[in-house]
């Protein structure tokens, strides 16, 4: 697998979801994947921009793609499914618009990136042969649930990313790694984002019908590809525990470290000690 | 005094919201997907269907006066399953961008809070510097013990830094200044 790829990180990958694109440049690195990451890159804007400034949340995102293009690259990359969906939706709307385009090319000074791909890694990993061939470890007695969250597949209008409701390449790809996932309810389900901050109640309402769906269905760790579902589902897990008077001791890993894990590379590469929910019980005697 | 006989075939409020988001409320046919699918409509005054024919019919106050929009997690659920392809999460979005504008008192002023404190954090910073952004967001809404915990654990896991990167943030304030001119000039005019 080859392949050459601007890098967009986003904020928190560089902060709170550090071991996402640790694991994500170790991933990469084992199958032969160039990232560049792009010089000068600035933040999505997120929900805080589109809330209050359409505007303002379609050329924050674009000036990075810009920077993109600049470097000579067209397809760009973001693991945060969050940054994914800005930059995508950028993307889509500035070029929908004639007269949008012409407000945004004197905001960023410059003529609208035009030939640039925004991809999430599971797009660039899909090629399930090369996955497989990579492969050095077996993780037996993992069952894991895979948790998209919103973002990745909505609106599919834009995303135009797998099957909205009950999608399957985070499945498909860790299947054919050789680990176990199970059919679950709770795929798509929203875990109330950036609520954590300011709603918390509603985040550990939504939170907790995930974790108990796991865990129903048999679940020993949740697999998720966003830095935000990642934050609630661990470093909320044990308020919610304690909250609702449940025990959960649901791991919660990036997709990333368990394609990581199985292609050998060290636990201590992968950032597996940085999540709140330990995941040593359940990786002991893998990861010796 | 005159009467006003006639009835505008579009509200106010509707004409409002499709200039800032492009989405005609009238498509609405009340089905109910939206309500159905939120995952917050538990938590909300009105479900986001209320909101939507309350803006059809250009009821301001109730609008304005709800949770609802504050409450909107941004999931798309309701903009992936409207069957007549209503971008309902982006009226929410249309909403609080008029009500900010109008100068409403936010029904849950912390979500306002919060937008507030990320965005001065964008601007400054080029980047989101997640600590400084909550030290802004706390002194905002005098609420200094929240998640204090919470957020020592995320420091000693090196989850949160203790420096801004000022990388962009010369690119940020000038997105921001044009974007703040353009609206206003496109709103005088």
Not at chain 1, 220 to 241: K, S, Y
Not at chain 2, 54 to 67: E, M, P, Q, T
Not at chain 2, 71 to 90: F, G, H, K
Request: aromatic residues 8%; charged residues 25%.
């Amino acid at each position: 697998m080859t392949g050459r790829y601007a890098y967009y990180p986003g904020c928190s990958l560089h902060s709170t979801a550090a071991e996402y694109d640790i694991s994500f440049r170790a991933v990469c690195e084992k199958l032969g994947i160039e990232l560049q990451e792009i010089k000068g890159w600035i933040c999505c804007g997120t929900s805080p921009a589109h809330s209050t400034s359409r505007l303002l949340s379609i050329a924050l995102p674009l000036e990075s793609l810009r920077l993109a293009e600049k470097m000579g690259l067209t397809d760009v990359v973001a693991p945060c499914a969050s940054c994914f969906a800005r930059l995508k939706t950028a993307h889509h709307e500035a070029t929908a618009d004639p007269e949008l385009e012409a407000k945004l090319s004197d905001i960023l000074d410059a003529p609208l990136p035009k030939n640039v791909r925004v991809l999430h890694p599971l797009e660039i990993f899909a090629n399930g042969e090369a996955v497989a061939e990579t492969v050095t470890r077996e993780l037996p007695g993992l069952k894991v649930v895979c948790y998209y969250g919103c973002l990745l597949t909505r609106p599919p209008k834009v995303m135009q990313f797998d099957e909205c409701e009950y999608p399957m390449s985070m499945d498909n790809l860790l299947r054919s790694l050789g680990i176990e996932t199970l059919d679950w309810s709770y795929k798509t389900d929203c875990c109330g984002g950036a609520f954590a901050l300011t709603e918390t109640d509603v985040v550990l309402k939504l939170t907790r019908d995930i974790l108990e769906d796991a865990k129903a269905v048999g679940a020993n760790a949740i697999a998720v590809a966003c830095p935000l579902c990642h934050a609630n589902l661990d470093t909320r897990q044990a308020e919610i525990e304690e909250k609702y008077e449940a025990r959960f001791g649901l791991p919660v890993l990036y997709f990333t470290q368990l394609m990581g894990l199985a292609f050998g590379i060290p636990a201590d590469r992968l950032g597996i000690r940085r999540h709140f929910v330990g995941a040593e019980g359940l990786l002991s005697g893998i990861t010796a | 005094m005159q009467l006003e006989l006639t009835i505008p075939a579009q509200s106010e409020l509707a004409e409002a919201v499709f200039r800032e988001s492009g989405q005609n409320v009238n498509l609405c046919f009340q089905c109910g997907k939206c309500a159905a699918g939120c995952p917050v409509s538990y938590a909300m005054d009105y479900t986001p269907l209320q909101i939507i024919h309350a803006v059809r019919l250009g009821l301001d106050d109730l609008v304005f006066d709800s949770k609802t929009m504050w409450l909107c997690a941004s999931c798309e659920t309701c903009t992936t399953r409207c069957p007549q392809e209503v971008d309902v999460a982006r009226v929410m979005d249309a909403v609080k961008t008029i009500a900010l504008r109008r100068g409403v008192k936010p029904a849950i002023p912390r979500v306002a809070s919060f937008y507030k404190a990320s965005l001065a954090s964008i601007r400054n910073f080029g980047r989101m510097f997640e600590l400084g952004m909550i030290v802004d967001l706390k002194l905002r809404t005098f609420d200094f013990l929240k998640d204090a915990g919470l957020g020592v654990k995320m420091l000693r896991k090196g989850k949160l830094k203790l420096f801004p990167s000022f990388t962009g943030a010369r690119t940020t304030r000038r997105i921001f200044r044009r974007v703040k001119r353009l609206e206003s000039e496109s709103r005088g005019s």
